[in-house]
């Protein structure tokens, strides 16, 4: 069974960094993108950060310059490095990630979420 498992959250005060990682594990043939989602108390869920599969990326309007995606595949890791954070970043952040698996079929998985607060 493919799971995907994040690590990296927690407090961090206004100006600070955080490294948030989604690591893959279980039987499959390959992944393919690797997104970064959050949600906000009372908001819908966003997209924050995108890397294919062979490293393109894309950021929202809102977190560039800022953040950068980064995946090390022999892992099967994607990494979000948070930089100069703003109490408007405060949000459960999700990974994401398109798997081929063993019999060659593409499915979508995600993590159960990590927590991120910037407060002061």
């Known amino acids: 069974q493919v799971q995907l498992v994040e690590s990296g959250g927690g407090l961090v005060q206004p100006g600070g960094s955080l490294r948030l990682s989604c690591a893959a594990s279980?039987?499959?043939?390959?992944?393919?993108?690797m997104n970064w989602y959050r949600q906000a108390p009372g908001k819908g869920r966003e997209l924050v950060a995108a890397?294919?599969?062979?490293?393109?990326?894309n950021y929202a309007d809102s977190v560039k310059g800022r953040f950068t995606i980064s995946r090390d595949n022999a892992k099967n890791t994607a990494y979000l490095q948070m930089d100069s954070l703003k109490p408007e970043d405060t949000a459960v952040y999700y990974c994401?990630?398109?798997?081929?698996?063993?019999?060659?079929?593409?499915?979508?998985?995600w993590g159960q979420g990590t927590q991120v607060t910037v407060s002061s």
């Open positions: 279980g039987s499959f043939f390959s992944i393919n993108h």
């Open positions: 890397i294919s599969s062979s490293g393109s990326t």
């Open positions: 994401n990630a398109g798997i081929t698996g063993i019999r060659f079929r593409v499915d979508d998985y």
